[in-house]
């Protein structure tokens, strides 16, 4: 198994990062949109909806992906801009407020409809975030994500060599609160190396725990599905690592909130601009 995901990692790895620094809009846009059309395949088989239903999701999903990378608005902006301003908002109160209710009761969605969008809720401000901040910097992506990576990484490693006390028995059995401090620590770490080299504000180190929480989120609802739905992964394209979900399942929580928060002095602009 270890043999199968580190030869999986050796693909995948340069793959994106050639697709990162590589690929010109909107060849990374569609790329992306096809990542994440996957990643909602695999929400809605765990969600339990019927193949026929599937198919109409996934597609009407990926003619609205493909209209807010292409369709240019009233003031020639790709709609995919208003639906940035909209939407990442709206994800950032989906994962401050809904989510750890969500979390805290265990709650059993059997509506297809709220499934459906949470699906959406979860899965397509993580393409909009990729893209936005790729648009920003790759550099800053790929910064930002690795802070996921590093947290996923160390929790995993402390809460194995010391975790005692459960996070999320009910949920995630495998996770402890020794894990979390582990990757607190970690990328606490992580963040003190890059104010020194770039000389940044060490409220870096914050902004990185408050991503780490958020990743963690983000790992425990797609654990909660999949226990709810008896699944171990969310799917198996990637031998040795499951699903496109299993790999980015802390990417859906935290590079939204990344964006929202980055993009904060545009809301605050329109904001000023549409006040009388």
């Given at each position: 198994?270890l043999?199968?995901r580190?030869?999986?990692a050796?693909i995948?790895?340069?793959?994106?990062?050639?697709?990162l620094?590589?690929?010109?809009e909107p060849?990374?846009?569609?790329l992306?949109?096809?990542?994440?059309?996957?990643?909602?395949?695999?929400?809605?088989?765990?969600?339990g909806?019927?193949?026929?239903?599937?198919?109409l999701?996934?597609?009407a999903?990926?003619?609205?992906?493909?209209?807010l990378?292409?369709?240019?608005g009233?003031?020639n902006?790709?709609?995919?801009?208003?639906a940035?301003?909209w939407?990442?908002?709206?994800a950032?109160a989906?994962?401050?407020v809904?989510?750890?209710?969500?979390?805290?009761?265990?709650?059993?969605?059997q509506?297809?409809y709220?499934m459906m969008?949470?699906?959406?809720?979860i899965?397509?401000?993580l393409?909009?975030?990729?893209?936005?901040?790729?648009?920003?910097?790759?550099?800053?992506?790929?910064?930002i994500?690795?802070?996921?990576?590093?947290a996923?990484s160390?929790?995993?490693?402390?809460?194995?060599?010391?975790?005692?006390?459960k996070l999320?028995v009910?949920?995630?059995?495998?996770?402890?609160?020794?894990?979390?401090?582990?990757?607190?620590?970690?990328v606490?770490?992580?963040?003190?190396?890059?104010?020194?080299?770039f000389?940044l504000?060490?409220?870096l180190?914050?902004?990185?725990?408050i991503?780490?929480i958020?990743s963690?989120?983000?790992d425990?609802?797609?654990?909660l599905?999949?226990?709810?739905g008896?699944?171990?992964?969310?799917?198996?394209?990637?031998?040795?690592?499951?699903g496109?979900l299993?790999?980015?399942?802390?990417?859906?929580s935290?590079?939204?909130?990344?964006?929202?928060?980055?993009h904060?002095?545009?809301y605050y602009q329109?904001?000023m601009y549409?006040?009388?």
């Amino acid at each position: 198994m270890l043999k199968t995901r580190l030869i999986t990692a050796a693909i995948l790895i340069p793959a994106f990062l050639a697709a990162l620094f590589l690929l010109r809009e909107p060849y990374w846009s569609l790329l992306m949109l096809a990542g994440v059309l996957i990643g909602l395949w695999e929400w809605a088989h765990m969600a339990g909806f019927k193949p026929a239903v599937r198919y109409l999701y996934i597609t009407a999903s990926a003619i609205a992906g493909v209209f807010l990378a292409f369709w240019h608005g009233p003031e020639n902006a790709f709609m995919q801009e208003y639906a940035l301003y909209w939407g990442l908002p709206l994800a950032a109160a989906f994962w401050i407020v809904l989510v750890p209710i969500w979390l805290w009761r265990r709650t059993r969605v059997q509506n297809i409809y709220l499934m459906m969008l949470a699906g959406w809720w979860i899965v397509l401000p993580l393409w909009l975030a990729l893209v936005s901040l790729r648009a920003l910097s790759p550099w800053l992506l790929l910064f930002i994500m690795l802070v996921v990576w590093i947290a996923d990484s160390a929790a995993y490693f402390a809460g194995k060599r010391f975790g005692k006390r459960k996070l999320a028995v009910n949920i995630s059995p495998g996770k402890t609160w020794e894990g979390v401090l582990g990757a607190l620590v970690v990328v606490s770490l992580y963040g003190a190396a890059l104010c020194i080299a770039f000389d940044l504000n060490a409220l870096l180190i914050v902004g990185f725990w408050i991503l780490t929480i958020f990743s963690i989120m983000g790992d425990l609802l797609e654990s909660l599905i999949k226990r709810q739905g008896g699944f171990k992964d969310s799917g198996n394209l990637l031998p040795g690592h499951g699903g496109i979900l299993d790999r980015v399942d802390g990417l859906t929580s935290s590079l939204p909130m990344a964006a929202f928060f980055l993009h904060l002095p545009l809301y605050y602009q329109a904001w000023m601009y549409s006040a009388p």
